[in-house]
């Protein structure tokens, strides 16, 4: 897979990008993660990338012709599957969109930043809004960070133990069960007895119990189809 990420401030992705299971699967070849910095394609000798709002209004806004010339480069190379901008009033990202997207080729994502981009950006060039949440960033770089993130350690190869991936919370749409390591007792809280047991089985069951139970506890919404 290929993960190209327009952005003006591509320093706030280098350290998210280069740790842990992105690090280790980008070293592998599994994803190819690009950072591009839109200041390469302003068209002044300021490298400007916004400007004043039309109108009026506190606020810069992320021009059209920059953005233009970067995605014109990229889709030379290559064909994109999306063109994802990150917004808080995009689609809100979960794991099942995770997946999804797990599941294309070559993506590009582009950081907006100030006010947000001139609206023609959105009405004609890309192809897909993804929100995090209800909240207000100062910019698209960690929202970028956490969809790459999120999509990443699900590519195959990308974590040693593969079941790891699928039995992390929100696949099946439930929640995953507590984990415990050593000791087995510490100041006198101990791990549950079925743990230490041996008896696969029976600890697979009493997982999928605790799932269960957890998620009916803390997130019934995800259990809105049970009968
Ligand atoms: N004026 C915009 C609004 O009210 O919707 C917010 C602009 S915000 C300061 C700057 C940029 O950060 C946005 O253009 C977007 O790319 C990104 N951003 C902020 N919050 C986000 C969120 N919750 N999800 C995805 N992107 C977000």
Do not use: C
Not at 15 to 28: F, G, N, T, Y
Not at 93 to 113: E, R
């Amino acid at each position: 897979m290929r993960i190209d990420i327009i952005t003006v401030l591509p320093e706030l992705l280098q350290s998210p990008l280069s740790h842990s299971i992105i690090k280790r699967a980008r070293e592998k070849g599994i994803v190819e993660i690009n950072v591009i910095n839109l200041r390469d394609y302003a068209t002044d000798k300021y490298k400007s990338v916004d400007d004043y709002a039309y109108g009026g209004g506190a606020g810069m806004v992320m021009m059209i012709e920059p953005v233009y010339r970067a995605l014109e480069a990229l889709k030379k190379e290559r064909q994109y599957d999306e063109i994802i901008y990150t917004s808080p009033d995009g689609i809100r990202f979960d794991q099942k969109l995770a997946n999804k997207l797990s599941l294309l080729n070559n993506i590009i994502i582009l950081a907006g930043h100030y006010k947000g981009v001139d609206q023609r950006i959105r009405d004609n060039l890309i192809t897909m809004e993804i929100s995090i949440g209800d909240y207000v960033l100062s910019g698209g770089e960690l929202p970028a960070a956490v969809i790459t993130d999120a999509v990443v350690r699900l590519l195959p190869g990308a974590i040693s133990d593969e079941q790891s991936a699928l039995t992390d919370s929100f696949q099946d749409d439930l929640l995953a069960p507590p984990v415990y390591t050593r000791p087995a007792e510490f100041l006198g809280w101990k791990v549950p007895e079925i743990l230490l047991s041996g008896n696969t089985p029976e600890i697979e069951k009493w997982r999928l119990e605790q799932s269960i139970e957890r998620t009916r506890r803390l997130r019934p919404d995800l259990l809105k189809d049970e009968k």
